[in-house]
């Protein structure tokens, strides 16, 4: 007997489809509210996502962060934790993976991502120095102006349209970076922050061609280059895909090259490294190491388990090189490409190109009526969840904070509402939900009020803030 031939197939019928590189074991049960419920949860809220209970939510697309589902293997490993006060062998197969995958040569766990940026702010900014990077994060500035810095803003100017077609947004303007250093003096510069790939631009990577140009520069000026790790796996992807040279290069080959232009990372492994809690922090400066290694222990924990116990170690340790694979990332990368396509089709605004993580409705453009100062990325997010249960997060005014010296509001070019795919977790009908949810919104848009905020805290002011309607 004779089998179909797949590419003879593929033929046939004018396309080939892709799937997911794993199959589901275990469900978790979902459930939505009815519209009147939501109405109260989200009035009980403030208006605010994160300020919603999880039970109330049908699809939650809040964040990528610590939501993946952890594989077979990775739940095998968590009954492996070694839970030693000090010497873990846990700790030591994490340090092993990020040597391995990533290159650095000194590790330090951190309870998650915001730990490592804490630590690395400490350690490396002197009072008054500027920290220049790739678009701010909104914890990582924070933890950089607490330290005593400065931020500065040297992303390319294709990163503030959400409508250019650039396919490395996220690179760092080499001219602007060096007008600054010869501007302030390279003693003024606490290093150079860099995200593969940039979360605010929406998930929009770096090229191997500008962080090879970058180190050059670092190296001429003697300043020290650090990269925020987090999404790196996606951003390798891109590399992969859009830059001449590496379509036959391995994820992980591309990620230790991009890396190894670097003088050390920091990662919140609740993204890329597929856990649900935990990050780390690695350099190759010893004397750097040791403060970070005793800096940890005041923050942290010791520093062979850093907040964490001996089985998130574990799991973390496997998630790095599952997150390595090829299919993983393509697969990751397809379904938040699937949602995005189906939006384009209908002609709704959102970034392009479609990032690695998330696609980030422009709001802006969504809400054309309102004004900025009206939260329309926040209206965004309350609406689409009262149209269909689905948690999405601001990405605009309300995150980008206020001047501290001024006390107004910083204004950011991009008034964005992001829809976060966690890794592992929903399917394709997941998304053509959400596609609908969207569109439905969209129709509705011209009827639709602004927000006005009535509670702001001192930090980070999107995670509690409270709003009413206007």
Excluded at 124 to 140: C, E, S
Excluded at 338 to 348: F, K, N, S, V
Aim: aromatic share 10%; net charge negative.
């Amino acid at each position: 007997m004779s089998h179909p031939n797949p590419q003879t197939m593929g033929q046939q019928f004018g396309r080939r489809s892709w799937a997911e590189p794993w199959k589901i074991k275990m469900v978790e049960p979902l459930r939505m509210i009815s519209r009147d419920e939501r109405a109260r949860a989200l009035a009980e809220a403030g208006y605010n996502t994160f300020l919603l209970r999880s039970d109330d939510v049908y699809i939650d697309l809040l964040t990528d962060s610590g939501t993946s589902a952890m594989s077979d293997r990775q739940w095998a490993g968590m009954l492996l934790g070694d839970e030693a006060y000090a010497g873990s062998r846990n700790f030591y197969h994490l340090e092993e993976a990020i040597q391995h995958y990533y290159g650095y040569r000194y590790v330090v766990p951190t309870h998650q991502g915001r730990g490592a940026e804490h630590l690395i702010s400490q350690a490396a900014i002197r009072r008054g120095q500027f920290v220049p990077g790739n678009m701010y994060f909104t914890t990582t500035r924070l933890h950089q102006e607490l330290a005593g810095g400065i931020f500065a803003d040297v992303i390319i100017d294709e990163a503030h349209d959400p409508s250019s077609l650039h396919p490395f947004k996220g690179n760092i303007d080499l001219g602007k970076l060096e007008a600054l250093i010869r501007r302030e003096g390279a003693e003024k510069i606490a290093y150079v922050s860099l995200a593969g790939t940039v979360n605010m631009a929406g998930g929009q990577p770096v090229s191997m061609a500008n962080v090879r140009e970058l180190r050059a520069l670092c190296d001429r000026y003697g300043v020290r280059l650090f990269l925020d790790a987090t999404r790196m796996v996606e951003n390798a992807f891109f590399i992969q895909e859009r830059e001449p040279g590496y379509a036959e290069t391995p994820i992980a080959t591309i990620v230790k090259e991009f890396c190894g232009y670097t003088d050390g990372a920091w990662m919140s492994a609740k993204k890329d490294n597929l856990v649900n809690i935990g990050g780390w922090l690695a350099v190759n400066d010893e004397q750097l190491f040791e403060e970070l290694r005793n800096l940890v222990v005041v923050f942290e924990g010791l520093h062979t388990y850093g907040g964490l116990a001996g089985r998130d170690l574990e799991a973390m340790a496997i998630g790095i090189g599952e997150s390595m694979h090829d299919d993983h990332v393509r697969a990751r990368i397809g379904q938040v490409r699937y949602l995005g396509e189906l939006l384009t089709d209908w002609a709704i605004p959102i970034v392009q190109p479609v990032g690695g993580h998330a696609v980030f409705l422009d709001a802006r453009r969504f809400y054309a009526h309102l004004p900025q100062a009206q939260f329309p990325a926040q209206v965004l997010a309350a609406e689409l969840y009262l149209d269909s249960g689905i948690r999405s997060m601001e990405r605009g005014i309300a995150s980008a904070g206020r001047d501290p010296a001024t006390g107004d509001h910083y204004f950011p070019k991009l008034e964005l509402t992001r829809l976060t795919i966690p890794r592992r977790v929903y399917t394709q009908a997941h998304m053509d939900v959400v596609a609908e949810a969207v569109k439905a919104v969209y129709d509705a848009r011209e009827c639709t009020h602004g927000l006005r905020m009535v509670y702001e805290p001192k930090y980070l002011r999107f995670f509690q803030a409270r709003f009413e309607r206007l």
